[in-house]
């Protein structure tokens, strides 16, 4: 299960009734944050789900509206009583950015460790492997995949058969194997088949390419940037590298995504609504963000 | 006139009913900013006032609720067409935040000069001498001072009668002499006696101290920090070297000031009004500010 939240939803500057565009995942109890524009930590108050779990925050590109809120966001870890480290990623330049926020926040009483990613990379945390992929902006901007699998089904009734004791299925079922009165038993004897994890692509600040049709091949849930509603607006989203609400649509068919939830919208957009037909009409499945949903994914059959 | 704003009013992290704790003044059309933690570009486009006349930014001091919204006041200036130099002001130490956080505002359409401020120093900017003078904080920490000077009147009748000629009366009007038919007058034969100007104080993050009361000497407003309104946080306002709302009133009361102006409540100071009488008892003209409050001052008989 993967809880998805949009803790602000808007572009370039917040507004009054519209904080910077962000994604917070809840998996199994620890959180991943994405992008933190000035008034992040305010949009997660306001969620009121908690914060402290969060163990990565990971920024799309470096510019002011996706990292200025990151200091915010670490004082107010500490002062939520954190100890265990807090990763940050993000493109090349991170380091130096993050230094420059740190200014700020000089003693934490957590570390705060800055992973520079580049693109294709992959890294583990919280229980899930998060991807990323170039987008093609004004300057160096990644894309993100996280991706959480699923365990094979374990067969009680065959692991007796087999008589193997229970106080070793815990360690078949993660894929180790077990000895036991002289015999060794693999974990694909009491395994069922793989089954479908879950999948959440996060793309913003950016034009719909190739590559990111493919990272985000077959995902549950794509969070992707529909800067402008209005397809009159097509032009602008050219010239300044940004989607329409119709290309995030066509990206997330192309992906073959099972839905699409939109954010990241220009100030001068005020109601998406307005426009969500335009993206509906390419990709039926689209949902449009607003500042506090949520949503929770979960895997199939469940 | 000065117009007197608090685009927020809170103190340590914006919450989402209550931004981080900052003062706007506009002096006949111009602006400047004291403090900008996270957030307050949003509480200032609440004000609907208008930003882009912002000359000067001033810093108390170099915790992140009081500077970490600096990128995106720059910005924001930026997109609003701002092309006149903005000042930043601060205590020692300003230059390198500065250099930090502009690090997300590499380019920008104007000159951002830092300037650092020792204890005592006063500069003049949008039409006013801006004095500073030492806080007691647990970092280096600057209150300020606002002087707008008022002119004295002009005696027309009595310049008529000298036969100064109308096209002079201006230059007379701003101190300097003028010589007419031979004749050189200065300017105190034509006005009138001096008279009262307009002062503002600014005083966050600190003990109250002798050294604010003389900076606040005589002002019409005194802006101070009141962290904690209840007395029973007495002890927490000496160890976090903050005041409580009765010992800003004793500030207010020893310099001598018109009215006080309360601000920079704690996160759990949710209710400030229900200490409005500790502070009233010690001064009556106390003012409990909220996001959003506006007040102008204007010359005695105006």
Redo the contacts between chains.
């Keep these: 299960m993967i809880d998805v939240a949009l803790p602000g939803t808007g572009g370039m ?4 009734d519209r904080g910077l565009s962000c994604l917070l995942l809840r998996i199994e109890g620890r959180m991943l944050l994405f992008d933190c524009g ?2 992040t ?2 949009g997660l ?2 969620l009121g789900t908690g914060f402290k779990p969060i163990d990565g925050i990971f920024l799309s590109h ?3 509206d996706h ?3 990151l ?2 966001i670490l ?2 870890l500490a ?1 939520s009583g954190r100890e265990d480290p807090v990763r940050i990623f993000g493109p090349p330049g991170t380091s ?2 993050v ?7 000089r003693h934490l009483p957590y570390e705060a460790p800055v992973t520079e990613l580049w693109p294709g990379e992959s890294i583990d945390i919280a229980g899930v492997a998060v991807t990323c992929a170039q987008a093609q902006h004004s300057t160096y901007c990644l894309a993100y995949r996280v991706d959480l699998d699923r365990r094979p089904r374990f067969d009680a009734d065959r692991a007796r058969a087999l008589g193997i004791p229970v106080h070793t299925w815990r360690t078949l079922q993660q894929g180790e194997s077990v000895e036991h009165a002289g015999r060794v038993f693999q974990p694909d004897e009491v395994l069922g088949p793989p089954r479908r994890g879950l999948a959440v692509a996060y793309v913003t600040d950016t034009r719909p390419t190739d590559e990111l049709a493919r990272l985000a091949r077959g995902v549950d849930l794509l969070v992707a940037e529909g800067t402008f509603g209005d397809p009159a607006d097509q032009e602008r989203a050219l010239q300044t590298l940004h989607m329409t609400f119709a290309e995030a649509a066509g990206l997330a068919g192309r992906a073959g995504a099972r839905q699409l939830l939109l954010t990241h919208f220009s100030p001068s957009l005020t109601d998406p609504l307005l426009y969500a037909q335009s993206a509906r009409d390419v990709f039926p499945e689209t949902i449009l963000g607003y500042d506090g949903l949520t949503l929770t994914l979960r895997f199939d059959d469940e």
């Design positions: 500057m917040p507004l009054p000035e008034g930590q305010i108050k306001r470096l510019h002011a990292v200025s809120g200091v915010g004082l107010m002062n130096a950015v230094a420059g926020q740190r200014l700020l926040a």
